[in-house]
């Protein structure tokens, strides 16, 4: 359960905040952040990130600067994941 009487659980937004730190981590916005993890979790994804404005396409395109998040971090990242409890 991720839910309470319609309001989401502390520890979930907890853990929420502490993943985006992570992507947000080195200077990234949260954009970059989850563009990094994708480039992360495989040599063969190529993502294509949606856009609306020039400045979000020049976001993705920075994106590039950072890389894909290191070992670590997709580590700190997959110990806080969420998984779900079927009760």
Same mark, same amino acid.
């Given at each position: 359960?991720?839910?309470?009487?319609?309001? #989401?659980? &502390?520890?979930?937004?907890?853990?929420?905040?502490?993943?985006?730190?992570?992507?947000?981590? !080195?200077?990234?916005? =949260?954009?970059?952040?989850?563009?990094?993890?994708?480039?992360?979790?495989?040599?063969?994804?190529? #993502?294509? &990130?949606?856009?609306?404005?020039?400045?979000?396409?020049?976001?993705?395109?920075?994106?590039? !600067?950072?890389?894909? =998040?290191?070992?670590?971090?997709?580590?700190?990242?997959?110990?806080?994941?969420?998984?779900?409890?079927?009760?």
């Amino acid at each position: 359960m991720f839910f309470k009487e319609g309001k #989401p659980l &502390p520890e979930l937004l907890q853990k929420l905040n502490a993943i985006k730190e992570i992507l947000r981590s !080195d200077g990234r916005t =949260l954009a970059q952040g989850a563009l990094g993890w994708l480039w992360a979790k495989s040599d063969l994804t190529i #993502p294509i &990130p949606g856009f609306k404005t020039e400045r979000q396409v020049e976001e993705n395109v920075n994106a590039m !600067d950072f890389g894909p =998040l290191t070992l670590s971090q997709m580590k700190e990242i997959e110990e806080l994941s969420f998984t779900p409890q079927i009760n």
